[in-house]
């Protein structure tokens, strides 16, 4: 975004998705001028790289778009096996219009649709714990209780949910091993955006003591903290007191 002076993200998608157009129009007229003589997956990986690079991990949309970018990428990688097959060609192209149509409508929604049609939907609890035996037990516990929980394992996961859903409280382990960003992090990535900063954050840790609590609770901004080990899942029944107050 630097390199070429672009500032609105929709832009450099929209640049991003023009390049492969032209690119691959060059190719079928046998002209490959900007690009490699065939198609390379590392060329795509790498261009894809770049552009998303730069962008704030926070935000969610990172992983929005490789879900996004992943499918477009593959049909214009499997066209060369199809050139002298119009039928499957033919079934391509159509591919690639249908996941170009997904990119587009997915920066649109985010950038310039209204804000509220992305938080239409509400569940209970968005759970972000690193640990696939907690994750488990903790969403199970809440599920036999009538709760619906969302569980998922990092925390860009959790901010690309948010794009789409807003939790009536959150649960997040503090240290997660497997996201790049940790949980006391996350949390005050939330409390300090004005879209997110009324919901609930509980935060799990095992490494922060009963003195700890009030300095982390002041620096993260969370509601409340439950320190592990969890030896009775009647410690989670405070997430019950927020789920009644929404």
């Known amino acids: 975004m630097e390199e070429f002076k672009i500032k609105n993200q929709a832009k450099l998608i929209r640049a991003f998705v023009n390049n492969n157009i032209d690119y691959i129009y060059e190719v079928f007229q046998k002209?490959?001028?900007?690009?490699?003589?065939?198609?390379?997956?590392?060329?795509?990986?790498?261009?894809?790289?770049?552009?998303?690079?730069?962008?704030?991990?926070?935000?969610?949309?990172?992983?929005?778009?490789?879900?996004k970018l992943s499918p477009?990428?593959?049909?214009?990688?499997?066209?060369?096996?199809?050139?002298?097959?119009?039928?499957?060609?033919?079934?391509?192209?159509?591919?690639?219009?249908?996941?170009l149509e997904e990119l587009e409508n997915?920066?649109?929604?985010?950038?310039?649709?209204?804000?509220?049609?992305?938080?239409?939907?509400?569940?209970?609890?968005?759970?972000?714990?690193?640990?696939?035996?907690?994750?488990?037990?903790?969403?199970?516990?809440?599920?036999?209780?009538?709760?619906?929980?969302?569980?998922?394992?990092t925390a860009d996961e959790g901010l690309y949910l948010l794009n789409t859903l807003t939790p009536k409280v959150i649960l997040v382990?503090?240290?997660?091993?497997?996201?790049?960003?940790?949980?006391?992090?996350?949390?005050?990535?939330?409390?300090?955006?004005?879209?997110?900063?009324?919901?609930?954050?509980?935060?799990i840790s095992a490494v922060v003591s009963k003195n700890e609590k009030q300095e982390i609770l002041i620096k993260t901004g969370a509601n409340d903290i439950i320190i592990k080990p969890i030896d009775k899942l009647t410690d989670l029944h405070i997430l019950f007191k927020y789920l009644k107050q929404n």
């Open 31 to 67: 002209r490959p001028l900007n690009g490699p003589k065939k198609y390379d997956e590392n060329y795509f990986d790498d261009f894809i790289k770049k552009a998303i690079d730069t962008y704030e991990l926070g935000n969610g949309f990172y992983e929005e778009l490789k879900q």
């Open 72 to 99: 477009l990428k593959l049909s214009i990688l499997l066209l060369e096996n199809y050139l002298n097959e119009p039928e499957h060609l033919l079934e391509l192209i159509k591919n690639i219009q249908n996941s």
């Open 106 to 153: 997915s920066v649109k929604q985010r950038f310039e649709e209204p804000k509220l049609i992305r938080f239409v939907k509400k569940i209970d609890i968005l759970y972000i714990e690193d640990n696939e035996l907690e994750r488990k037990t903790i969403d199970t516990f809440f599920k036999t209780q009538g709760i619906n929980i969302k569980s998922v394992e």
């Open 173 to 203: 382990d503090i240290n997660l091993k497997t996201s790049k960003i940790n949980g006391d992090e996350f949390c005050q990535m939330l409390k300090s955006n004005n879209e997110h900063t009324s919901i609930p954050i509980i935060l």
